[in-house]
C-alpha cells in the first residue's frame, strides 16, 4: 500500500509546528501540478501551449504554458502560508500574505521549449523561510542552504514529485484514477560515477577551455584519461535531466560561455539551481558552479544566473578538478580541431 503525499507530510509535521506551513505549501503546488498536467495531457486540443507570447531582454521566450502555469501555481499559492512568490514569469516579487512564515521561489514551467514536440517538462520550486524582519522580497534572497523544502514536478510518460525536506529525496507518481500523489522511492540515492553525461554539445566552441577539456576526455571514451565509454544526454528539460540522474547516475553540465548573455550561466540560481541542487545533495549527488557549491552562493537579484554542475559526487567532483588543475588546459590532441584557437584565452570572472 503506497502512502498518499498528504499522509506522507502529515506524519512528517506530526507536532512540529513550523513544518504545518511546509506541508501545506507542497500540498498547495500539488494541486497546482495536477492542473497543469491536465492541460499538457490534451496537448494541441487545448490549444497553442507552445506558441510564443513575449520574449523577455533577460529570460526566454516566453510561451502560452508558461504563461497559464504561472498563473496556476500563483493562484494555488495564495491559498498557502506564503508571504510572497518568485516567479521565473515576473520580474518582481509577488506579495501575499506579509504575516505569513514562508516565501516560495518557482519556476512554473521549465523546459517549455519542448512543449510542442511531447517531451518532458517540470515545474520547480523551493520554500524558504520568511525573515519578518528583512521582509519578504529579501527572504527570497537567501542561500540555497537556507531552504526548508524544494522539488519539482515532472509532467512525462508518468507525473512524478520529487521532493526533499531536508532528510532524503523521495519520488512520488500521480495516480491517473485516485488522483493522488503517492510515494513510490523513498530516499533515492544517485550512484556515486555513471558512463552518462548531458551537455548542449552545438556550443563546444564558445565553452571556457576546461569544460571543453573535461568534455574531450569523456568523448575520448576509454581510450582517454577516464577509460570509460560514455553516452551522452541532451534534453532541453533540466527536470527531465535531473529525473535521469537521480535514477541512474550521471553528470548535467549547463556552464557559462561566451555568448552574449551567457557569461554568467543561463539557469537560474533562486528557483532552477538552488532547489536542484538541493534534491541532488540529498540523494547523496553534488551540485556546484564549477568552483563552489551551489547551496552556499549569495543570492543578489530574483533573477540571477549561474553555470550549474549536478549530479553523481565521482563526476562533479572530476569536474572540478579540471577547473582547479593545470593539468586540464596543457597541450593535448583535440579532437574538435579548434583547441589552438583557444590556448591564451582566460576563464570567465565567475570561473576565477
Given at each position: 500500500m503506497h502512502q498518499t503525499?498528504?499522509?506522507?507530510?502529515?506524519?512528517?509535521?506530526?507536532?512540529?509546528?513550523?513544518?504545518?506551513?511546509?506541508?501545506?505549501?507542497?500540498?498547495?503546488?500539488?494541486?497546482?501540478?495536477?492542473?497543469?498536467?491536465?492541460?499538457?495531457?490534451?496537448?494541441?486540443?487545448?490549444?497553442?501551449?507552445?506558441?510564443?507570447?513575449?520574449?523577455?531582454?533577460?529570460?526566454?521566450?516566453?510561451?502560452?504554458?508558461?504563461?497559464?502555469?504561472?498563473?496556476?501555481?500563483?493562484?494555488?499559492?495564495?491559498?498557502?502560508?506564503?508571504?510572497?512568490?518568485?516567479?521565473?514569469?515576473e520580474d518582481h516579487a509577488i506579495a501575499?500574505?506579509?504575516?505569513?512564515?514562508?516565501?516560495?521561489?518557482?519556476?512554473?514551467?521549465?523546459?517549455?521549449?519542448?512543449?510542442?514536440?511531447?517531451?518532458?517538462?517540470?515545474?520547480?520550486?523551493?520554500?524558504?523561510p520568511h525573515l519578518a524582519e528583512k521582509g519578504a522580497e529579501q527572504s527570497l534572497l537567501q542561500p540555497g542552504s537556507a531552504q526548508l523544502a524544494a522539488g519539482f514536478f515532472l509532467y512525462g510518460p508518468q507525473v512524478a514529485l520529487v521532493l526533499t525536506l531536508g532528510a532524503g529525496t523521495h519520488l512520488f507518481t500521480l495516480h491517473p484514477a485516485s488522483g493522488d500523489f503517492l510515494l513510490a522511492k523513498e530516499s533515492l540515492l544517485i550512484p556515486e560515477k555513471s558512463q552518462e553525461f548531458a551537455i548542449n554539445a552545438s556550443n563546444f566552441r564558445h565553452w571556457d577551455r576546461r569544460v571543453r577539456a573535461f568534455i574531450e576526455d569523456c568523448?575520448?571514451?576509454?581510450?582517454?584519461?577516464?577509460?570509460?565509454?560514455?553516452?551522452m544526454r541532451w534534453l532541453a528539460s533540466v527536470v527531465a535531466e535531473a529525473?535521469?540522474?537521480?535514477?541512474?547516475?550521471?553528470?548535467?553540465?549547463?556552464?557559462?560561455?561566451?555568448?552574449?548573455?551567457?557569461?554568467?550561466?543561463?539557469?537560474?540560481?533562486?528557483?532552477?539551481?538552488?532547489?536542484?541542487?538541493?534534491?541532488?545533495?540529498?540523494?547523496?549527488g553534488a551540485a556546484t558552479n564549477g568552483l563552489v557549491r551551489i547551496?552556499?552562493?549569495?543570492?543578489?537579484?530574483?533573477h540571477q544566473r549561474t553555470p550549474l554542475v549536478f549530479g553523481s559526487t565521482e563526476e562533479v567532483t572530476r569536474l572540478a578538478a579540471y577547473y582547479s588543475s593545470k593539468l586540464a588546459v596543457a597541450e593535448r590532441s583535440p579532437l574538435f580541431g579548434r583547441r589552438s584557437l583557444f590556448r591564451s584565452e582566460e576563464g570567465f570572472p565567475e570561473c576565477r
Open positions: 503525499l498528504a499522509d506522507s507530510l502529515h506524519d512528517w509535521a506530526a507536532n512540529v509546528v513550523p513544518r504545518h506551513a511546509v506541508a501545506e505549501t507542497v500540498l498547495a503546488l500539488s494541486e497546482a501540478a495536477k492542473q497543469i498536467a491536465g492541460l499538457l495531457a490534451l496537448g494541441p486540443l487545448a490549444g497553442a501551449l507552445g506558441a510564443t507570447v513575449s520574449v523577455h531582454s533577460e529570460r526566454d521566450a516566453q510561451k502560452k504554458l508558461d504563461v497559464m502555469a504561472h498563473r496556476i501555481c500563483v493562484d494555488a499559492l495564495r491559498s498557502a502560508p506564503v508571504a510572497a512568490i518568485a516567479s521565473e514569469e501575499c500574505d506579509t504575516t505569513a512564515p514562508l516565501v516560495v521561489a518557482i519556476d512554473p514551467l521549465d523546459g517549455s521549449s519542448n512543449i510542442e514536440t511531447n517531451l518532458s517538462v517540470g515545474t520547480i520550486f523551493s520554500i524558504l568523448l575520448a571514451g576509454r581510450d582517454g584519461p577516464n577509460g570509460v565509454d560514455y553516452n529525473f535521469r540522474i537521480l535514477i541512474r547516475g550521471g553528470i548535467y553540465l549547463y556552464p557559462a560561455d561566451h555568448r552574449p548573455g551567457y557569461a554568467q550561466g543561463r539557469l537560474r540560481l533562486l528557483y532552477e539551481a538552488n532547489p536542484l541542487a538541493f534534491v541532488i545533495e540529498q540523494a547523496h547551496l552556499e552562493l549569495e543570492p543578489v537579484g530574483l
